[in-house]
């Protein structure tokens, strides 16, 4: 059995549902999965069960109840021994001071404590973190990336782990697993209607955000509104996930600026807009050329008509045609690779043969186990 973790809560605000970083698990159907998360059951209510692969979840409940540390690791043994956990998959740890470059020790020092930290959101980081530093140290671990700022393990525990990341990215020692593109492109078939020309939305949390948001807020003279977060300033005009992925659906045209971490590219977003016929136009400081080596006609589309300046965005939304661009792009190879199943399992082949060979599982007896089908 192979468990996966996400150690970021799944319902936070401004993260994409969590079934999004499930999906990809369809594309093995002969490896036995399970889901370690708290109250599955309300996960997939809030989400749509729908939307959710057919792997076994582990409610977790009971191990955010107990108080010491004791408790919480015989919980997580009991766990791999019960369910006949072989290996470890963690998906988009979070981020903290404990997991950047650099700190390395100071996350060993805050998971080897010996006791839980009693202040809410340090105990909330703690425990949910806590899963994938326990069962790393013993299990092979394989990390796939959402954002490049996450930590590595082995840095942290030493431990057994490989990385995979939406493409291949050398900075952060991991291979290419197409699990992005799987994941959107489920939604291909749906049918959209445009009643919105643009939509865009972006967090300022970090000092290099702030010159850009200032930059950009010379669109709103323009009547080009976008919606931020930006505590610094106590601005807030964020929406739900859900409502974001609607107003996305609705627009012609979206914009991606450059990452937290800049010298990558969050092609999610891309994918994200694209998938739902919402053509993303990429600010030119992004460092987008790595993320598309798997789909150049893509890329060269992205150089000549989606690549704008601040000062050009305006004129590319009012002047470019939605539906002939649109149509340029479905119309390339690369798009219909987000259609052919066997591509997937041709670029997945890195992640799929460093999956743990495990044995048909016995029949498990926790009554916590549910079906997510």
Known sequence: MIAIVRTRPPFARVEYE????????????????????KNPDKIKGRFGV????????????DYFDFDTVEEKVQFLEKAVSDLGITQLITIHNDIRSQFKSGSEEKGISFFETQKVPTFASVRSFYEMS?????????????????????????KINGADEKNFFFYENSRINAQYFPFVEWSFAQELDRKRKKSKKFSFGFTVVTEDRESLYHQLTA?????????????????????????????????EFTLVIPSYEDTDFSSIRFWDALTKDCIPFVLDSCQWEQAFIEHPEISQILREDLLVSVETVKDKIEKTDHASLLQKIKSTSDWKKLKNREWFIEKSKAFFESLAETPKAAPIKEKKIISLF
């Open 18 to 37: 969590p079934y999004h970083f499930l999906r990809w698990t369809s594309l093995f159907p002969e490896k036995e999965f399970v889901w370690l998360t």
């Open 130 to 154: 806590f899963i994938g530093y326990h069962l790393s140290k013993s299990l092979p671990t394989l990390h796939i990336f959402v954002d490049p700022q996450e930590g590595h393990w082995h």
């Open 219 to 251: 669109l709103n003279e323009h009547n080009i509104n976008f919606l931020v977060k930006f505590p610094k300033l106590d601005i807030d005009t964020t929406v739900k996930r859900s409502d974001y992925a609607q107003m996305l659906e609705q627009s």
């Open 50 to 61: 729908d939307n959710f692969p057919a792997i076994r979840s582990y409610d977790m409940a």
